[in-house]
Antibody, heavy 120, light 107 residues
Framework: EVQLVESGGGLVQPGGSLRLSCAASGFTFSTYSMNWVRQAPGKGLEWVSYIRSSSTTIYYADSVKGRFTISRDNAKNSLYLQMNSLRAEDTAVYYC?????????????WGQGTQVTVSS | SYELTQPPSVSVSPGQTASITCSGDKLGDKYACWYQQKPGQSPVLVIYQDRKRPSGIPERFSGSNSGNTATLTISGTQAMDEADYYCQAWDSSPNWVFGGGTKLTVL
């Protein structure tokens, strides 16, 4: 069974940093592209970042470009999101999701999400 | 930037057919996906590559995509289908865009 478990969320002050992790199991993590998607309270889904299986291709949404860094460790079956210079508008549930936009396959597996709250 | 537009809400009676639209410039030239999200739960992929259903998704869910509009159709809608639905498409910016979401009410 595919499992994605996020961790690392919490309360942080504006301008602060957090590092989210996503532990993957139940599939060959090293062969899949991964994403971070977030959902602000009462709002819709927003794609944040994408990383190819080999880390050779990385994309970011304009809203986080220059502040967030996606990475992965295939030996540890883990995905990460380093978030710096956090703003109030970054407050959201952050999901890791397996999938590649190429070919329209969509994200077929999602974690349960981790809450990030940016507030003083 | 590329945008996808969905109606905020759609209502349907049990057993009837619900149609949820997603509009975007030349959307038919891209692949569309659809997700279902129930309150307090993570999204679930229900349609990918415009019209394909992942394993485990009931046959009553179907999709189409042509021109500027992608459509998610739920035939014989059941109470358990009440949820928020989001469309998604890849823009070459690059940007993986979601629609604003549609709340489906079964009443």
């Amino acid at each position: 069974e595919v499992q994605l478990v996020e961790s690392g969320g919490g309360l942080v002050q504006p301008g602060g940093s957090l590092r989210l992790s996503c532990a993957a199991s139940g599939f060959t993590f090293s062969t899949y592209s991964m994403n971070w998607v977030r959902q602000a309270p009462g709002k819709g889904l927003e794609w944040v970042s994408y990383i190819r299986s080999s880390s050779t291709t990385i994309y970011y949404a304009d809203s986080v470009k220059g502040r967030f860094t996606i990475s992965r460790d295939n030996a540890k079956n883990s995905l990460y999101l380093q978030m710096n210079s956090l703003r109030a508008e970054d407050t959201a549930v952050y999901y890791c999701a397996r999938g590649d936009p190429a070919g329209g396959a969509g994200c077929d597996s999602w974690g349960q999400g981790t809450q990030v709250t940016v507030s003083s | 930037s590329y945008e996808l537009t969905q109606p905020p809400s759609v209502s349907v009676s049990p057993g009837q057919t619900a149609s949820i639209t997603c509009s975007g410039d030349k959307l038919g030239d891209k692949y569309a996906c659809w997700y279902q999200q129930k309150p307090g739960q993570s999204p679930v992929l229900v349609i990918y590559q415009d019209r394909k259903r992942p394993s485990g998704i009931p046959e009553r869910f179907s999709g189409s995509n042509s021109g500027n509009t992608a459509t998610l159709t739920i035939s014989g809608t059941q109470a358990m289908d009440e949820a928020d639905y989001y469309c998604q498409a890849w823009d070459s910016s690059p940007n993986w865009v979601f629609g604003g979401g549609t709340k489906l009410t079964v009443l």
